[in-house]
């Protein structure tokens, strides 16, 4: 009698009730605080310490490595993926890095706390620099953990809007809740707190699964296997591609020396200009450069030319240091480009249009409300920063819910139509705000004022959050999703 398999992988809504049952799903949650809150604190919130204390951190020009952290993390994520770090490594794969960022950012944020910027600022600024590699550390780290971790009953789709989730809670603690705390207590003190906070995420990081390390050794024997690209071909790919990292990291490090040592009183090179000019340079010498690399060597060697025809034997020392550094820079788009194809070209093209509307709005959204639209401070504060977070939030829980009952891919496409349909709602704003107006009576929402005016804004900015949430999750979980598990690190950090 024939066996009938029974397929017991939950769907629908049952997989959502499974999946925010799981201990993933909490630690994922958390996860995405740990990896919100340092830049929140880093990036937005501490320039309000600084500014209410009437200092100018600009004048420090290594405080503008911050923003460096976090645009070219992705120059050092072949070390979260290749580098055993001594004496933690027996605590997992992704835990060992874990442990020591949220340390480092957990003593960030009591070294602030215990340092006076008006005396120290220099002090001040390196801590607050450091903090910041090591949160753009940490960011590598976990989204590999979330592909590494992700199963049937943890989907990676649902992995990725907790980890939004969570993220988007510690923007209102480290944003709001560190301004509402700075009018009642000192901003060390709010620091202190915050750090403590950061303390806490140490507790799930240790309580969190983790994944076995691919066997390296396997990986560098299959390098000199019969069919694999000859070594000497290899050697010349490993060159430019090298070369291009080289020059990306020299390139990152030169303007690094540059900004510390602006003659005084002349302004210091931007990382806003910077990162325009020079980044889809370094996205081109460490993505596309190496991607064209692999094309080529996959095309060989699926037609048998330029391969080894019989094994070889054990390298020597700088043969190994050779296949290390290819495995490294190489391996991860050799493998992505092998397994998608052309599809890479399209893959790319996605990442690159995804969100185009929201990159080019987003810019100009502050100066729309406050100089055209004759909005106050404090009412686009509220609407954007507090109201407009929870709007945020319940997108991500909408995509959530489409992931579970819909699927990866038409999430997707109602994340690409609603996040581009919502820019209407501002030139709707924009010519008087008809529509909106017509929503607001009909849902009874004109209420609040007679004139409309903060629920127009209101309104607008619920639309536009929603549609962002839903489609910043859809894109986190279909990155995620064509990550390899094997260069989940290096392959995630170069496809964000």
């Not at 983790?210 to 290899?234: M, N, S, V, Y």
């Not at 010498?285 to 025809?309: D, K, M, Q, Y």
């Not at 240091?321 to 391996?331: E, G, M, W």
């Not at 397994?339 to 893959?347: L, N, P, Y």
Request: net charge neutral.
């Amino acid at each position: 009698m024939a066996t009938v398999t029974v397929d017991e992988t939950p769907k629908g809504l049952k997989l959502l009730r499974t999946a925010l049952g799981n201990r993933k799903t909490a630690i994922m949650l958390v996860f995405g605080f740990a990896a919100g809150l340092p830049y929140t604190l880093l990036i937005g919130t501490l320039n309000a310490w600084l500014g209410e204390w009437e200092i100018d951190l600009a004048t420090i020009g290594v405080v503008s490595w911050i923003g460096l952290a976090y645009a070219f993390k992705f120059l050092w994520s072949p070390l979260v993926d290749r580098v055993r770090l001594p004496g933690l490594e027996r605590l997992g794969r992704r835990r060992s890095w874990l442990i020591i960022c949220q340390l480092l950012l957990t003593a960030t944020f009591f070294a602030l706390s215990v340092s006076d910027p008006r005396l120290q600022l220099g002090w001040f600024a390196l801590v607050a620099v450091i903090g910041a590699f090591a949160s753009a550390t940490q960011d590598v780290v976990i989204d590999a953990w979330r592909i590494d971790v992700a199963d049937d009953k943890a989907p990676v789709e649902i992995l990725s809007s907790i980890y939004q989730f969570g993220y988007r809670i510690a923007a209102l603690i480290g944003g709001a809740l560190a301004l509402i705390l700075s009018e009642r207590v000192s901003w060390p003190m709010v620091y202190a707190i915050m750090g403590g906070f950061m303390a806490l995420t140490l507790i799930a990081t240790w309580l969190a699964p983790d994944t076995p390390r691919t066997e390296q050794e396997a990986e560098q024997t299959a390098l000199r296997k019969a069919g694999a690209i000859d070594p000497k071909w290899r050697a010349i790919g490993l060159a430019i591609v090298g070369a291009g990292w080289a020059w990306a990291l020299w390139t990152v490090g030169e303007f690094m020396v540059r900004v510390v040592t602006a003659a005084p009183g002349t302004p210091a090179p931007a990382v806003g200009d910077f990162t325009k000019s020079v980044g889809p340079l370094i996205v081109a010498a460490t993505v596309i450069l190496p991607a064209i690399v692999a094309a080529i060597f996959n095309w060989w060697r699926s037609r048998g030319e330029h391969v080894v025809e019989h094994d070889l034997g054990v390298p020597d020392a700088g043969g190994r240091a050779a296949d290390h550094a290819y495995s490294a820079l190489v391996l991860p788009l050799e493998e992505l480009v092998r397994r998608i194809g052309w599809g890479v070209i399209v893959v790319l093209g996605l990442i690159l249009t995804y969100r185009i509307t929201d990159n080019i709005w987003g810019s100009f959204a502050f100066p729309f409300y406050l100089q055209e639209l004759k909005y106050t401070g404090d009412e686009v504060a509220f609407a954007s920063k507090i109201f407009g977070v929870f709007m945020t939030m319940a997108g991500i829980a909408i995509g959530g819910i489409l992931f579970a009952t819909l699927g990866r891919m038409p999430t997707l496409m109602i994340g690409a139509i609603v996040a581009a349909a919502s820019n209407l709602l501002y030139a709707d704003l924009a010519s008087g705000a008809v529509g909106i107006d017509a929503f607001a009576r009909f849902f009874a929402l004109d209420t609040f004022g007679s004139d409309l005016r903060m629920v127009r804004l209101l309104i607008a900015i619920s639309g536009e959050n929603i549609a962002g949430g839903l489609a910043g999750a859809a894109f986190v979980a279909y990155l995620s999703s064509i990550t390899s598990r094997q260069f989940s690190a290096v392959q995630y950090a170069l496809l964000s």
